[in-house]
């Protein structure tokens, strides 16, 4: 009986012995076909997760293939999907790059481990060091302002000046925005944490909320609207927002954009706030070289006019100026902090907007 066990444990162990030689052949085999077809095939593709939607992408992915030879794949989602989407998929995500708005949200990627840093002379020279994560693992793109919006028909520019001024008593019952859980407002009071300190930031936070025409509702367009509908008189929203009105095929929606200015705050003082839309190459990239190649592309004088324009935004690139429309608002003085520290401050930020119940 004991003998009989031992013949079928050994025969058993060298079925599996041999199964799993097999085995091993047929997946050193297979990678080896990889391989191959990864050296025939050499620097064909580049697979992108972006939030952008824009003619204008194809456009420019259609010119960088041209050039290239590489084949851009594009999934297109929401941010915070994509970001989503990234952290399910772990290593076999087939995504090698992402591109999303808000350096808060950038930084949320980097936190969860899923972006790579990337060392790359063509984008430290294409994009300043203030709009880059300082350990290179995301990359701006396009620029946009978080400004005050203001009713042409009742205020006047005159009596616009800083952030600051917004928790004036003169402002009571007549400042729009919208909620806290937007992560534009939370990188815009990130950035007052930066500038000037914890306790500031939220005295900040306190005043506005006094001074809210209505409790937080909508997205940003929403605000202009509310604007222009006469439910306070000015608002808090980014600048692309005004560009995206003024040429929309909703004629409410461009009505709203010309009755409203645009003013750009603390111009004598730490400057308005910016932030970005970038690009991070993938922790789990398999097409690196490809990625980086379509990065630096991106970042690049011929692509930046164009990428920028399709969402009213500023380029990156100091090197190409801003559309005709971007100029008629004026040019501006930036808050010039790293951005990094938009997302490094979020979660103080948060919880600030919670103290004083800016919902
Ligand atoms: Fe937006």
């Known amino acids: 009986m004991k003998t009989k066990f031992s013949k079928i444990l050994l025969s058993s162990i060298l079925i599996l012995s041999l199964l799993a030689f097999v085995g091993c052949t047929r ?3 297979e990678t080896e076909a990889n391989l191959r077809e990864d050296s025939t095939n050499k620097n064909q593709v580049v697979n992108l997760y972006t939030d952008r939607h824009y003619d204008t992408d194809e456009q420019l992915l259609n010119q ?16 915070d999907e994509l970001i989503e989407r990234l952290t399910r998929e772990g290593e076999d995500t087939q995504a090698d790059l992402l591109i999303t708005a808000d350096a808060g949200r950038l930084h949320r990627a980097k936190e969860s481990g899923l972006l790579l840093s990337t060392s790359s002379e063509v984008l430290f020279n294409n994009v300043p060091e203030n709009l880059r994560d300082k350990d290179n693992e995301w990359f701006g793109l396009t620029i946009r302002g978080r400004v005050i919006v203001y009713s042409k028909d009742r205020v006047h520019p005159s009596e616009l000046s800083t952030y600051e001024d917004l928790t004036n008593p003169k402002w009571g019952g007549k400042i729009l925005v919208r909620s806290s859980s937007n992560i534009y407002n939370q990188s815009l009071l990130a950035s007052f944490i930066a500038i000037n300190g914890e306790k500031k930031a939220k005295e900040w936070a306190e005043g506005v909320v006094d001074n809210m025409a209505r409790d937080p509702q909508g997205n940003d367009r929403a605000q202009a609207t509310a604007v222009v509908a006469g439910e ?6 980014n600048t692309y927002y005004i560009g995206k009105m003024l040429n929309s095929s909703n004629p409410e ?5 010309k009755k409203v200015g645009i003013f750009f705050p603390d111009q004598d003082g730490a400057g308005t706030h910016i932030n970005v839309s970038g690009i991070g190459l993938t922790k789990y990239a398999k097409n690196k070289e490809n990625a980086i190649k379509l990065m630096e592309f991106l970042s690049s004088e011929k692509a930046q006019k164009q990428f920028a324009e399709a969402n009213y935004e500023f380029p ?11 100029k008629s608002w004026g040019e501006f003085k930036p808050q010039n902090i790293n951005l990094s520290k938009l997302g490094e401050f979020n979660s103080i930020s948060v919880k600030i907007f919670n103290e004083v119940g800016w919902k």
């Open 64 to 79: 960088f293939s041209e050039e290239t030879g590489i084949e851009v794949n594009v999934i297109k989602g929401k941010s």
């Open 316 to 326: 990156v690139n100091p090197k190409i100026e801003p559309s005709d429309l971007l």
């Open 27 to 29: 997946v050193e085999e």
């Open 232 to 237: 306070g008189d000015i608002a808090i929203m």
């Open 253 to 257: 929606e461009v009505n709203v954009a």
